[in-house]
């Protein structure tokens, strides 16, 4: 919005510095041309010498008038533009260009360099006054700041002193197992984030978290429970997350859900309830009628659709849920 409102502004301060310059206009017919009248005038004199009397008169009152008209005459000239024009034009077309590269230039989400600057320095002050006074309300603000950047060894830092000092601060335990797990330590990750879950169970982040460290230590009822959790609470990533449930049920049930099958290879592009996105509606497609064709589809992929490899087996499964759409 700011960079379209800048480009018309700057668009219409160039307009108006070039106007003096855009060509003369000519309403009128052009002037007889100034050799014409040389002619004339030279045609004139020779005459006037032979003429006498009221014709000689008449005669040199019309050189008279023709040698005036050719003073007055210049030729059509080109206004010179004046400097000061070029070099507010020049200005112009440098402003919208810092302006386009400033406002438009496509960046990390929200960043600029005069914020990304900012930011930093914000943080730096938090940061530094935290570890001043060591107080619970300067780390946390800290650690949220540091979060926000994704300054993930800052936040990490400022949660887990804030934990020492004020160990029943939700916020920050939930905060400390998401980075115990990002950091690749499920285990550790696990109570930090039951506790907090259990603490303040409105946080859907520690649901997630808490489903996600299940689920990579294997434990998949649990992981489970903890993403119903999450779904309870209104987490965002709602689809991303009933479809995980839906492939480790699938998992667990054999691998063999013909619905787990679709949810994990299929559903990013046709819609959890293939009601289609980037790919065609499936719910109630003719084309499923024909399983020789779906086959065909699935494995050789078609237009936009990449081939989908499944085992023979998965493909079964598949067909077969296919057909309950
Ligand atoms: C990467 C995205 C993507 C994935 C994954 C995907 N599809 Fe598709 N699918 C498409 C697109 C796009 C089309 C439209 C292709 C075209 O006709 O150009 C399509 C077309 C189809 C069609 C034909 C529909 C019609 O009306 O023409 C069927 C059937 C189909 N997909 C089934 C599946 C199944 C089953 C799976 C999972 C095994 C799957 N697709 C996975 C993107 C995808």
Known sequence: MTAILFALVALAALLW????????????????RREDLLAELALLKEEARTLEGEEKKAALARIVRLE??????????????????????LLVLLGTGYGLWRYTLPRLPG??????????????????????????????????????????????????????????????????????????????????????????????????????????????????????????????????VENLIATVRAKAEGGLSGQGVFLSRCAACHGAEAQGGVGPALKGNPLLKSEEAVREIVLKGRGQMPPVPLSEEELQALLAYLKTL
């Open 17 to 32: 510095l070039l106007w003096p310059l855009r060509g003369r206009e000519e309403p009128f017919p052009e002037p007889p």
């Open 111 to 240: 960043e600029t360099l005069v914020t990304a600057r900012q930011e930093a320095q914000a943080l730096r002050a938090l940061a530094d006054r935290a570890r001043r006074t060591g107080s619970p309300e300067d780390l946390l603000a800290w650690g949220r700041k540091a979060w926000e950047l994704q300054a993930f060894d800052q936040a990490a830092e400022a949660y887990l002193e804030l934990v020492k000092k004020d160990p029943r601060n939700a916020e920050a335990i939930r905060r400390v197992g998401i980075l115990l797990f990002m950091s690749g330590r499920a285990e550790e990750a696990v109570p930090f984030l039951q506790i907090a879950a259990h603490a303040d169970p409105q946080a859907a982040e520690a649901w997630l978290f808490l489903g996600n460290a299940y689920f990579q230590l294997g434990q998949n009822e649990e992981a489970i429970g903890a993403w119903e959790r999450y779904l309870e609470v209104g987490g965002e990533a709602r689809e991303r």
């Open 68 to 89: 005036k008209a050719l003073e007055g005459y210049r030729p059509a000239q080109a206004r010179r533009p004046s400097p000061w024009a070029l070099v507010g034009a």
